[in-house]
């Protein structure tokens, strides 16, 4: 019997030996250099990679060992981080976190990695502000065997803002004035068109409470003057998917952009989500959908007439569109969309709680009860995708409750322009202790009246948005709305430092960011009430 159990288990060790080896390695060489680009006409100096912007994307197939050679041809450092991937922490490719220093000028570092999942990702710089100037490509890994999600044609949709400037010059122009881009405020005549609107009081009321703010109505986006691409195109170098009425077209939209958030429709298209960040979801039709740096959705749409179609991504602060065209042939272009009405932020776009603690005189109003930020525009009778829609594709493994809640607070100073997390920037901070399996809730307050999409490195958290346990989507990214809070689930499977952060680029870069640690720890290692970091669980916490 022993000799049986012995057998066994050399036969299995053989098996083992004989799958790693056989596993598949795809390679790739990447070059990381400032060249000139021209994209709007006027050629300036980005961060390139492989000569070019975006980055070349790269395509693997799941159980594939991943090979990539990157070489700094710059004279300072760079790193590129692989979003949303579940890889070991040393290849996650931030700077400090987990023994990686960067990719010093004249070297090449290579990363190597399984490949466990499935799905549309992207890579992206992790040092200073070379994301903006160009650092930025696709991931795409497609599953061993058939694809669940069945398409006649498959397209990468990269949405990015490309702006002349240096990134590290609107980092310091920010922080010299965090109003320097505001190029959209409210005037006397505004106020005098309220006063039309609402009467003498209310306007004159509404404009006193406004007076009172860090913030103006019109501060949905940081920075202006930027050029909304497609895959690397301007609008009027209009990226092109070519189609067959009656195809399924399946579009990969990644949101690659530093500050910028898009609500994306495509007029004469039903869009069918099938994915979201990288993650299969139950298929929900929508005719658009709202979303940040960092997320990607996957949607399949059947074209049937013979015509051009115009993929529209319009920022939410109405400032210009990022377009591309599904057309029957190269050369034509849908009808121009119409830029919606601007919004204005409400005070149910802030902390009202905290607000009125600290100035017992302010008043509301039924309108201040409704958030601008969260007027897209729909027209009335089409459906615009939220996270509720989401169900996930299958049954999740992992369903325990949480053992403990941990609060994430995201607080500013838009005067500074300082962006914290429980009130401390990065560099004051403590890391977010976590043991290895634990299964904790994370729930985010926006402090603020800017949306903050919340990025975690090396897992997936699920979304408290309502559905069954078991149906809880993955993201990697969630948008925590002005003034709202949302919660999410995590279960600590991943050993190492991981970043956690808002993918505001600028906002990341002025502290809102954490160091996450997930390791084998002994329960008494673990804070029950040290901070206001972390707190004892107090019981069901659901998605606002």
Known sequence: ???????????????????????????????????????????????????????????????????????????????????????????????????????????????????????????????????????????????????????DRDYIVVLSDFIATDGDEVMSNLKKTSDYYANARRTLVNFFDDVKAEGWDKAWRTSKDWGKMRMARTDLSDVTGYTFLVNGKSPDQNWTGLFKPGERVRLRFINASAMSLYDVRIPGLKMSVVQADGQDVEPVKVDEFRFAPAETYDVIVTPQDRKAYTIAAETIDRSGFAIGTLATSEGQRGEAPKPRERALLTMADMNMDEMMKDDPDMEMSPADMISGWAKAGTPEGDKALSYADLRYRGIQKDVRPPERTIDVKLGGNMERFIWTINGKKFSDAEPIRLRYGERVRLKFTNETMMAHPMHLHGMFVQLENGQPAAKLPNKHTVIVPPGGSYSVLLTADAVGEWAFHCHLLYHMMSGMMRKVVVAKLDPSDVPQAADSTTQKNSGGHHAH
């Open 1 to 151: 019997m022993r000799f049986h159990h012995l057998g066994m288990v050399a036969l299995l060790m053989v098996g083992l030996v004989s799958t790693s080896a056989h596993a598949k390695t795809t390679e790739y060489n990447l070059t990381i250099e400032r060249l000139p680009v021209n994209i709007t006409g006027t050629p300036v100096k980005k961060v390139t990679v492989n000569g070019g912007i975006p980055a070349p994307t790269l395509r693997f197939t799941e159980g594939d060992e991943a090979v990539i050679h990157v070489t700094n041809k710059m004279d300072v450092a760079t790193s590129i981080h692989w979003h949303g991937l579940i890889i070991p922490g040393e290849m996650d490719g931030v700077p400090t976190f987990n023994g990686f220093s960067g990719i010093m000028p004249g070297e090449t570092f290579t990363y190597r990695f399984p490949i466990k999942q499935t799905g549309t990702y992207w890579y992206h710089a992790h040092s200073m502000t070379q994301e903006q100037d160009g650092l930025y490509g696709s991931l795409i890994f497609s599953p061993k065997g058939k694809d669940p999600i069945q398409a």
